[in-house]
């Protein structure tokens, strides 16, 4: 899809007109027509405030999906999605996001060197992990609500 296209559905999207998109963008009125009759092209930094605005990564805007880089090279396209929005996240989610997936790695590497095991006896023990992650989230004081239970 062509970036004017994009732009259009993005904008959309939003629910936001010609008008509000140019004005938080950095970006004249006039200008903004162009870019979704795909007569002009934006700067870099209007990219950037356009993929702010629209909450859409610059790649998004730019690029089709079989053109981005990680998408190339990772065929879970949902599983692409969810590491994009976790860099968003704190650091400590993101570290405990980072040691589960260090321990399915480790499993992994274990798997290939010993002799195989029933996958409901991991898929089993992953669940009892996730359980005592849980627990032990409990137990931690914290301050305000993050949407966790």
Same mark, same amino acid.
């Given at each position: 899809?062509?970036?004017?296209?994009k732009?259009?559905?993005?904008?959309?999207? $939003? +629910?936001?007109?010609?008008?509000?998109?140019?004005? &938080?963008?950095?970006?004249? @009125?006039?200008?903004?027509? &162009?870019?979704?009759?795909?007569?002009?092209?934006?700067?870099?930094?209007?990219?950037?405030?356009?993929?702010?605005?629209?909450?859409?990564?610059?790649?998004?805007?730019?690029?089709?999906? $079989?053109? !981005?880089?990680?998408?190339? %090279?990772?065929?879970? =396209?949902?599983?692409?999605r969810?590491?994009?929005?976790? *860099?968003?996240l704190?650091? &400590?989610?993101?570290?405990?996001? %980072?040691?589960?997936?260090?321990? /399915? @790695?480790? $499993?992994? !590497?274990?798997? =290939? /060197?010993?002799?195989?095991?029933?996958?409901?006896?991991? *898929?089993? +023990?992953?669940?009892?992990?996730q359980?005592?992650? !849980?627990?032990?989230? %409990?137990?931690?004081?914290?301050?305000?609500? &993050?949407?966790?239970?």
């Amino acid at each position: 899809m062509a970036f004017a296209n994009k732009l259009i559905k993005y904008r959309k999207n $939003k +629910q936001l007109t010609q008008q509000e998109l140019a004005e &938080r963008a950095g970006a004249g @009125i006039s200008q903004m027509r &162009r870019y979704e009759k795909g007569s002009s092209s934006p700067t870099l930094e209007v990219i950037r405030n356009l993929a702010l605005t629209l909450g859409v990564s610059a790649d998004d805007l730019i690029f089709d999906d $079989k053109e !981005r880089i990680a998408s190339g %090279k990772t065929l879970n =396209q949902e599983l692409l999605r969810q590491f994009e929005m976790i *860099s968003h996240l704190s650091g &400590r989610d993101i570290e405990a996001i %980072k040691t589960v997936l260090e321990s /399915i @790695i480790v $499993k992994n !590497r274990i798997e =290939q /060197i010993l002799p195989s095991r029933q996958e409901e006896d991991w *898929s089993k +023990q992953i669940r009892d992990v996730q359980n005592e992650f !849980r627990e032990s989230a %409990k137990k931690i004081p914290c301050t305000g609500n &993050r949407g966790y239970d």
